[in-house]
């Protein structure tokens, strides 16, 4: 089983990485979550892909429009484990972004 590690998800960014920023947007990370490679990490932590979208903007919780290996690595552990803490994740952050629609 692999394990998620900065340099393996770095060596799967590396290649979709189509700007050279170190860092994927929206559509490079979509391209790259397909990927056998992606997959196999994903799966090391129980995520499951088929929300690319969804699983970015919880990454990507800066907002910034990108996301860095080591965000990736960090904070798909930490969604890690069983569905409830993904879903959870979700909630809030959808939750937060309805409170910021109403400011």
């Known amino acids: 089983r692999a394990r998620v590690t900065v340099s393996n998800v770095k060596s799967v960014f590396d290649k979709y990485d189509d700007n050279r920023s170190g860092k994927l947007n929206l559509q490079e990370f979509k391209s790259a979550i397909e990927s056998p490679d992606m997959q196999t990490i994903l799966a090391s932590v129980d995520i ?29 552990v ?8 993904l879903e959870l994740a979700i909630l809030m952050r959808g939750f937060t972004d309805f409170s910021e629609y109403f400011r």
């Open 78 to 85: 930490r969604l890690s484990g069983n569905a409830k803490a």
């Open 48 to 76: 499951d892909s088929s929300e690319a979208e969804v699983l970015f903007h919880l990454l990507d919780v800066e907002d910034s429009g990108h996301v860095a290996p080591s965000e990736f690595a960090v904070r798909c």
